[in-house]
């Protein structure tokens, strides 16, 4: 809902009688949360101070003895919510603390605006465009749980190769094998109208949208693609976009994830970011250089690429994202960049019209499990310092990298195998993304605390389905 300041806002509020104001925010690992007030309880003090809220329970936040927090709407960020049976108007949040007034470090949303500010404060650029492709899948059943003698999961699609021989009486087959779910027309592809609906539910909030289509595993996996924009607005439509799919498929019956590999031998999900800097109107990607790139443009590329280790550590942040980065299911694993290889990294698109306008990076490594808002402030962050540092990305690698003779891989960097590797790499690297206050260090030592925690749940402390089958007879 367009408006032009917090008292036109509510003067909305009254006359489109809406009759709750839902207040959200994004806790520390990207997590949309929210508060209900009756509308009548809204007034211009809630987008000037704030409303005030306990945030001890809030994921890697506030301790108990120090809990009390303070929500300060962006009046900006207003849309009425599609899924409420209440007429309802959702309000994004910045999070502030109520003794110093002052924004909280650890609020995701402010990490990215500090990141925009600083990216200003350089003089390097004015704007930074992104557009992320968030992949997803659709399933009709999912089932999993961890107890002390029991641990499983069990997932389930209609569409998927391994159902061709149930009893669906009838079973009509029309089911997508292993690695052949692109593009199929119905009835292969059974979930047409509800991405649809999804895209058609996106529109009406006022989210713009390019295209939606199967994606490449065979079990109802999916994108939805967006419409490029400055890079906070974009932060808060992909999260109103996993909102959408999400609700969208339970109200059709189905639940969507946004896991990165949740199916065993078939392609994960990713989200594929395209980017570019912008000053005074202008794009400062385009150039004569390689793909038509600026020197600025390889230079952000190198900073990408030299910090991408640590960089992982917020656009692939779970166990489960490694699971994805491997060879073999076209995942983007290696360090390099290329205007043809999907395997690199770093990719040129070039089937799009080659203008000034249009030249960017699509960085391909990160997936949707990420925390959006701290994920684009990061990779801002990493490609300014390759700017600032004037770094050499090197040669380009237009050549088939599965196909390469072992030679030429072993000298080819790749990502890390695992989320521990990315978070020691975070450890040692990270002073690029402290500067200008960007990321303090009670936010990251907070954030690698709360990873190592997982990773020593999942891989360290609870035993795995298959390890039963390799070693119950040892």
């Given at each position: 809902m367009e408006a032009g300041s917090p008292k036109e806002?509510?003067?909305?509020?009254?006359?489109?009688?809406?009759?709750?104001?839902?207040?959200?925010?994004t806790d520390m690992l990207g997590t949309m949360q929210h508060f209900t007030m009756p509308a009548h309880q809204i007034g211009e003090e809630a987008f000037s101070y704030?409303?005030?809220?306990?945030?001890?329970?809030?994921?890697?936040?506030?301790?108990?003895?120090?809990?009390?927090?303070?929500?300060?709407?962006?009046?900006?960020?207003?849309?009425?919510?599609p899924f409420f049976q209440h007429k309802t108007l959702a309000v994004i949040a910045d999070i502030y603390d109520p003794k110093t007034e002052e924004p909280y470090n650890r609020d995701p949303r402010y990490i990215l605006k500090k990141a925009v500010e600083y990216m200003k404060s350089t003089g390097i650029a004015d704007t930074a465009y992104f557009g992320p492709e968030a992949e997803f899948f659709i399933f009709n059943n999912v089932r999993f749980d961890q107890t002390m003698n029991?641990?499983?999961?069990?997932?389930?699609?209609?569409?998927?190769?391994?159902?061709?021989?149930?009893?669906?009486?009838?079973?009509?087959?029309?089911?997508?094998?292993?690695?052949?779910?692109?593009?199929?027309?119905?009835?292969?592809?059974?979930?047409?109208?509800?991405?649809?609906?999804?895209?058609?539910?996106?529109?009406?909030?006022?989210?713009?949208?390019?295209?939606?289509?199967?994606?490449?595993?065979?079990?109802?996996?999916?994108?939805?693609?967006?419409?490029?924009?400055e890079v906070l607005r974009m932060a808060d439509k992909m999260q109103l976009y996993k909102y959408v799919v999400k609700?969208?498929?339970?109200?059709?019956?189905?639940?969507?994830?946004?896991?990165?590999?949740?199916i065993f031998g078939d392609n994960g999900s990713g989200m594929h970011t395209h980017q570019s800097l912008w000053k005074n109107g202008q794009n400062l990607f385009y150039g004569n250089k390689y793909a038509n790139l600026s020197d600025l443009a390889l230079n952000y590329i190198a900073g990408i690429l030299n910090h991408g280790p640590a960089l992982l550590a917020f656009t692939n942040p779970t166990t489960n994202s490694y699971k994805r980065l491997v060879p073999g299911f076209e995942a983007p694993v290696n360090l390099v960049y290329s205007a043809r290889n999907r395997s690199a990294s770093i990719r040129i698109p070039v089937a799009v019209v080659n203008t000034p306008k249009t030249r960017r990076i699509e960085f391909r490594t990160p997936d949707p499990s990420c925390n959006v808002y701290t994920a684009f402030a990061a990779m801002i962050?990493?490609?300014?310092?390759?700017?600032?540092?004037?770094m050499d990305p090197g040669e380009p690698c237009?050549?088939?990298?599965?196909?390469?003779?072992?030679?030429?891989?072993?000298?080819?960097?790749?990502?890390?195998?695992n989320l521990t590797k990315v978070?020691?790499?975070?450890?040692?690297?990270?002073?690029?993304?402290?500067?200008?206050?960007?990321?303090?260090?009670?936010?990251?030592?907070?954030?690698i605390?709360?990873?190592?925690?997982?990773?020593?749940?999942?891989v360290n402390q609870r035993p795995h389905p298959y390890e039963f089958v390799l070693y119950y007879d040892c």
């Open positions: 806002l509510l003067e909305k509020i009254k006359s489109e009688n809406i009759e709750f104001v839902d207040v959200r925010f704030g409303i005030g809220f306990d945030g001890s329970s809030i994921r890697g936040w506030k301790a108990i003895n120090e809990s009390d927090m303070i929500a300060r709407l962006d009046y900006k960020s207003a849309y009425i919510d029991n641990g499983f999961y069990f997932i389930d699609s209609d569409e998927a190769v391994w159902n061709m021989g149930r009893d669906e009486q009838p079973n009509l087959g029309y089911k997508i094998r292993k690695k052949e779910g692109y593009f199929p027309l119905p009835p292969s592809d059974q979930f047409q109208d509800l991405r649809s609906e999804m895209l058609h539910t996106l529109e009406k909030m006022g989210i713009k949208t390019e295209k939606h289509h199967h994606e490449v595993a065979n079990a109802g996996q999916a994108e939805i693609n967006l419409v490029v924009d609700n969208v498929a339970r109200q059709a019956g189905f639940t969507a994830t946004f896991m990165p590999k949740p962050m990493a490609g300014l310092d390759g700017i600032q540092n004037k237009d050549f088939n990298l599965y196909e390469a003779p072992d030679e030429v891989k072993a000298k080819i960097p790749a990502v890390p195998a978070l020691d790499a975070l450890e040692r690297d990270h002073a690029w993304l402290t500067k200008g206050g960007v990321f303090d260090e009670d936010f990251l030592q907070a954030y605390s709360y990873k190592r925690a997982e990773v020593e749940q999942i």
